[in-house]
């Protein structure tokens, strides 16, 4: 997959050579583009902001420097992947389509992601208009609160995005059991000692039995979820869960 972020900040995309994505980065598996907007201004004060039209507070990201670097990005990637791809545009918005596991598991499919981070009160809407010419434009939310800027929002979905991809997680089985992967979050979890500070792992984890365990852990998993995200479980019809799980 090959990934490219345009911000005023690229410095701050700099974890992304870190840890486990700038593993897979560094092995070639995640083709990694990071881009200064400002180096498509043409004013010696580098500037990306105006006032917006009809009034209102704050500064709005202006058109061109913006259209010059995702053309730029688009060229650059199309000669490296092939004229036929085009990227899929995510515009990291507070008003956007709110990003979930499901979500970051369709985007892992894809071959050029291109996320766009704003700043100040965001980017002028014929910016998605003008790209969506050519390829798909996702507006992207992390969640229901308002950043400074897309950067924190861009390393949220590149990592989770990026740790799907294949040969980048050690054990590709963590990314099936884990938290929404089924819709549900994770069980706790236990490691060595057995014993800590008078607090014992539960029996059944060292009991050796995997049919139980694998109970306990649903078990336990619907009970996590029914307490701290209810919401996990409105949609799910009864069929979904069985008979000891309607029990729990
Ligand atoms: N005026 C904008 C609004 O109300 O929709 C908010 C702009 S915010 C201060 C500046 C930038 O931060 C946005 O353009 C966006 O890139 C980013 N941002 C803020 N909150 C975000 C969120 N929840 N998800 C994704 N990006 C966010």
Redesign the pocket.
Known sequence: MRVDVVSVFPDYLEPLRLSLIGRAVARGRLRLGVHDLRAFTHDVHRTVDDAPFGGGA?ML?TPPPWGEALDHVRAEGRAQLGEHVEPHLL??????VR?DQAMAEDLAREPWLVL????????DDRVLTDAARHHRVTP???????????????LVVVEAVGRLLPGVLGNSASVVEESHSEGLLEAPAYTRPASWRGLDVPDVLTSGDHARVARWRRDESLRRTAARRPDLLGGRSAADLDRHDLAV
């Open positions: 704050g990201m515009v990291m918005s507070p008003a956007g990003f766009a981070c704003g700043r100040y009160e965001g980017i992207v939310s992390i969640g229901d609160y308002v950043l400074a800027g897309g950067e924190a929002a861009a």
